[in-house]
């Protein structure tokens, strides 16, 4: 394919594709999986509700520092630009390649699940299980080759379907009536250290499902008015994701009690079978696919953009800034889905798909520290969207990272010595970079 004038991305996209990827690349499985577990680690109906409606106010504390950030520098990759800027090349390429590998190892994995699903509802074709997931990656690679059109317009009616599955999911909790919301028992144990780490592991999963939403400050180079699409996109997206995930546990809740779900692997499957009868289980699985096949879309247009803006600045090799004529990054998206590939053949990603929340904490800190920088550093830069109540906004989020992140090594020690590793790794890599 020839490549577009220059290697630029297209001023393509808008507001609709901006609070369709949030949607699409934030709800996914997790919300479906995560309340059985969540529930079993803390027990307590309001500790339930408050810690989802917490990380929802940390996320949005988010939003309006990313709000300014990527509206001020909209630059594909997202993260790594405002990093890189503030605190220098290192920290820059250190968070890009951060970014880069958590948003990266999610499409073989959805790959991988939707393959499962597709086997729940055919039994018939449980011996073609990684076939498909090859298959289904290679639909989805010739789909963004074709152009970024293509990926947006599925993006759009995925994601719209999506949010109606799940709207109808819980209108369905809310009209049966057969138990009522179990009695709030009052628990004395807060402080006891067995509780305090499940509530730093229920947020670790927390923080997990409600990631991505950031999305859409990786497209910011291809949005038609990012001063104003990706405040509001921000915004709208995470409010109304954080009301959709607040709104599926106190529907289960009405359905199950804490103690029937805090026993449930996939919490979603067992209020469905109580609601639906047997069919309960088909149903899960058709919402569960339409949630994966809209957030595999996103991650298979994320990790290209990172790549790009990685390229365009010498992390990477150069061809990675090659754009075809229907504005996708080609080699990027080439080399990131034969990193999919390879992993999807060897099925080694789960170790570390689960630091993914962990490595967005220290990400996200870091810009939430290059704004307050860059607000003292260059005040001058042009602004098309300020930042509310600044700095305090801003110290409070960074404040909240380092509270996740202290309880997130406290609670994972493992992920913590990975990313360490990772860290250490880096710095010769980048010299060796650095001096070609």
């Known amino acids: 394919m020839s490549e577009s004038k220059n290697n630029q991305l297209k001023r393509s996209l808008g507001l609709s594709f901006n609070i369709a990827v949030l949607i699409g690349g934030t709800i996914g499985v997790g919300i479906l999986r995560t309340p059985g577990s969540i529930a079993s680690l803390l027990g307590n109906y309001w500790l339930i509700i408050f810690s989802w409606i917490f990380g929802g106010l940390y996320v949005l504390l988010g939003a309006n520092s990313y709000a300014e950030l990527g509206a001020m520098l909209p630059k594909a990759g997202g993260s790594y630009n405002y990093i890189k800027k503030a605190f220098g090349n290192y920290a820059g390429f250190l968070s890009g390649w951060f970014d880069y590998i958590t948003n990266a190892i999610p499409p073989a994995f959805y790959c991988i699940v939707i393959s499962e699903y597709l086997i729940i509802l055919f039994p018939s074709l449980k011996d073609y299980s990684t076939v498909m997931a090859i298959s289904l990656l290679i639909a989805f690679v010739l789909i963004h080759l074709s152009g970024v059109k293509n990926g947006s317009v599925i993006q759009q009616i995925t994601s719209f ?3 109606i599955c799940f709207v109808a999911l819980v209108v369905a909790c809310f009209m049966y009536s057969g138990i009522q919301v179990p009695a709030i028992k009052t628990d004395n144990s807060f402080f006891q250290i067995g509780l305090i780490f499940g509530f730093f592991k229920s947020l670790q ?3 997990g499902t409600y990631n ?10 291809e949005n038609d008015d990012p001063g104003k699409n990706i405040p ?7 409010i109304l994701v954080v009301v959709i995930y607040t709104l599926v546990n106190i529907a289960f809740f009405h359905v199950l009690s804490v103690e029937t779900l805090s026993k449930s692997n996939l919490a979603a499957a067992d209020v469905a079978k109580i609601l639906f009868g047997e069919n309960g289980a088909i149903i899960v699985t058709v919402i569960s696919i339409f949630s994966l096949i809209s957030i595999l879309n996103a991650f298979m247009m994320i990790p290209p953009r990172i790549l ?13 800034t090659q754009v075809n004529k229907g504005g996708t990054p080609i080699t990027a998206l080439l080399v990131s889905s034969f990193f999919s590939l390879f992993l999807i053949c060897i099925g ?3 170790v570390l798909f689960s630091f993914a929340a962990f490595i967005s904490i220290i990400v996200w800190g870091l810009a939430y520290a290059s704004l307050i920088k860059l607000r003292n550093r260059e005040p001058n830069l042009p602004r098309p969207y300020v930042a509310f109540w600044h700095p305090w906004s801003s110290i409070i989020a960074i404040l909240a990272s380092v509270a996740l992140l202290a309880g997130f090594i406290y609670s994972d020690p493992k992920s913590f010595i990975i990313i360490v590793g990772i860290t250490i790794v880096s710095y010769p890599l980048f010299l060796v970079l650095k001096k070609n």
């Open 161 to 163: 379907l999506k949010v």
């Open 205 to 207: 999963l927390i923080i």
């Open 212 to 221: 991505g939403w950031n999305s859409v400050c990786f497209f910011a180079e």
């Open 232 to 238: 509001k996109s921000l915004f709208s997206g995470v």
């Open 308 to 320: 790009y803006g990685l390229s365009r600045d010498g992390f990477f090799i150069e061809k990675g």
């Open 348 to 350: 080694s990603f789960e």
